[in-house]
């Protein structure tokens, strides 16, 4: 099994050179500090993503969802403007019920707030053992396959999102569009580019070490005072549309 997880162990020695992890699942890469801001020029290529996700769900437009969270509300804009493949996947699996009592099954504040993560399908299971969470994927009920989506992450001086790389691995020195400032909304992923499922991650506080290298896909408008008291083993209560349905597109069965 892929494990979905982000670079803790990086971002440690991102946010504190002296600070070391025990965690054998951390994966994945994040940008260094020295990585260019947007201030630099440069005119990047991005094509369309491979006919493989030709029947994606994409959110031509935004969409308004809400997770129920100990009760309380947490309110996200998605933006399919800018990521329609990670935005449409999102909503879709919302409209599906896939979030509905899933777990968050990691949360880290500590050296500094970083993100709660959950949405792993098979932490709806009451019997599932937690040391699995984290390992799991949206499946598809009708191809009995797990579905992924293409890394999608537009830079701030394209049209279009770069689609199965990383800003470092396609050169690009500008910042992204949607950046991973408190409240970002985005996937988590294994370590290879097109690996997101369902799994994803809300910022505690800016992490823009990540930008480049992860999805973000909306932000958190409302109630980020709950996303602040979350604990890991918390989980959604329900998720639902509340505007936007009508721009989500769903290829034919």
Known sequence: MRK???????????????????????TGAAPSESTPTATEEAIVDTPAPSDAFASLPQLNGEATVVLRVNGESIVIQVDGVHAPVTAGNFVDLVQRGVYDNTVFHRVVREPEPFVVQGGDPQSRDPNAN?????TGSFVDPQSGQA???????QPSNANEPLYSRTFPEAGVTVEPTLTHRRGAVAMARSQFADSA?????ITLGDVNFLDGSYAVFGYVTEGMEVVDQIQQGDRIESAEIM????NLTVAAE
Not at 9 to 21: D, G, K, N
């Open 4 to 26: 979905y997880v982000l670079t803790l162990a990086i971002a440690c020695l991102v946010l504190i050179t002296s600070c070391s992890s025990s965690d054998g699942d951390v």
């Open 130 to 134: 937690p040391a699995t969470f984290g």
């Open 147 to 153: 579905r992924y989506i293409p890394l999608e992450i």
């Open 197 to 201: 499922s369902a799994q994803f991650y």
């Open 243 to 246: 505007s936007g349905a009508e």
